[in-house]
């Protein structure tokens, strides 16, 4: 079972085991997948493959990305002057706004002709959800929903674990750990709620954090060549990647023992195995 990173298409067979485990688990129900891991991972190409494996089948399903609930450049802009300057860059835990997300999920799972359910966009070259004229609507309930993020599943650290700085992000602009430590209450108070809606949580298991740099520079060498205003130069992608090691560290001890499925990859993002629970 191989991926490639140049065509970023995942194999049929990976496909097939996340499209088996996401029916088994609405047999009954409408169902929500969590699908996790670190950014450059495939997270949101796998969960496009499984949802058009699904459309080939009959079957309703979409994807939704925890990114189109993030909180615009205006809002982030109120927490970095009211809670800490860090805030200002998108992304961590209490950047998105949890409760449209809770309450989007709530109406897909009910979404009909008569009650339409709207599912948010977020523009990142704009960096603000677009309005609600212009969300997806969705006139079905489907089958299933994929929840995909890179940081779907996290929990909270313990006090001891934020007292010290894992970069130097963190010991020179978080010397007080206040940032880390709101951001750490926000996965207790909010997100937990969030992912207690999965009925599945698989993880795209990345061999380490150090991968997410080259992953990610993949992405964003594209943006360069196209001329893309928000590409990062390398210097720049180092610096932000800083914002998410804390959770991205903590992801990768924790979620392997909490998934449902995981799929395991390494450098070239080629699957190595999957380990169901």
Known sequence: MSHDANTHQYADAVVSAVLDLALRASQRHKAVIGLSGLQGSGKSTLAAQVVA????????????SIDDFYLGRAARKKL?????????????????DVDLALRTLDALRRASSQHPAYVPRFDKGLDTRLPPSRWKKISHAPRFVILEGWCIGVTPQ????????????????????????????????HYLQLWKRFDRLVLLQAP?????????DEQERALRKQGAKHAQSRAA???????????????????????????????KRHVQRIVRA
């Open 237 to 267: 992608l180092r610096r932000f990647l800083m914002h998410y090691e804390r959770l991205s560290r903590h992801e990768m001890k924790t979620l392997p023992a909490i998934a449902d499925m995981r799929i395991v990859l390494d450098e």
């Open 80 to 96: 970095a002057r009211d809670v800490h300057p860090l805030l200002k860059t998108r992304g961590v835990p209490g950047t998105h």
């Open 208 to 216: 380490s954090f150090r991968i997410v740099e080259k992953w990610r």
């Open 53 to 64: 494996a699904a459309h080939d089948r009959g079957i309703d399903a979409l994807t939704v």
């Open 158 to 189: 313990s006090a001891n674990a934020l007292r010290h700085p894992v970069n130097s992000l963190e010991r020179d602009e978080d010397p007080d750990a206040v940032w880390r430590t709101w951001v750490n209450e926000q996965i207790r108070a």
